[in-house]
């Protein structure tokens, strides 16, 4: 049997990214539009819908890029685009 999580996976969906670090505010640009928040000062909140998995992977994908340390790729709500 799959696991629940991955009848989800083609669906629109608010994901929370934690990389480590404080990124500037402009970098939003470069993350298709998620709101930059901050925690604790030493770690960058990414929030924001995708529309697919392949849109998911390609923001983790930014991440590996620009030699940010992924800390968390957390699910917040499934079918967030829809509401």
């Given at each position: 049997m799959e696991p629940a999580v991955t009848a989800h996976r083609d669906k629109p969906a608010r994901y929370r990214i934690r990389v480590q670090g404080t990124l500037p505010a402009r970098w939003a640009e470069w993350f298709d539009g998620f709101t930059l928040s901050y925690e604790a000062g030493e770690d960058t909140i990414l929030t924001g819908s995708v529309v697919?998995?392949?849109?998911?992977?390609?923001?983790i994908s930014r991440?590996?890029?620009?030699?940010?340390?992924?800390?968390?790729?957390e699910l917040l709500d499934v079918d967030a685009l829809n509401h």
């Open positions: 697919d998995q392949a849109m998911l992977h390609g923001l991440v590996r890029d620009l030699g940010l340390t992924l800390v968390a790729v």
